[in-house]
């Protein structure tokens, strides 16, 4: 079954986006980030514990991006 032209140029788009230096440089912007919110030292409460951790689940799909698109793209092309 073919991809439609609308999903294809979604795609297209993203994977444009990807090979662009300033996603590379979220992407470090953001790993240091997370590295910062990782550490475990300065959490207080149970409040602050369960707000990094919502901010690593946010990062992470940031993370995790490119290669949800190459799988998705992958099983739409197969």
């Known amino acids: 079954m073919p991809i439609d032209r609308q999903m294809q140029e979604y795609y ?3 994977f444009d986006m990807f090979s662009h230096k300033g ?4 992407i470090e912007d953001m790993q240091l980030l997370y590295d910062a919110i990782n550490d475990l030292a300065s959490v207080e409460d149970e ?5 990094r951790k919502g901010q ?10 490119k290669a949800a ?8 092309n197969a």
């Open 12 to 14: 297209e788009n993203q």
């Open 23 to 26: 996603w590379s440089d979220l």
């Open 47 to 51: 409040n602050t514990l369960f707000f």
């Open 56 to 65: 690593a689940d946010i990062l992470n799909l940031l993370f995790d991006r």
């Open 69 to 76: 698109c190459d799988n998705a793209w992958q099983e739409l």
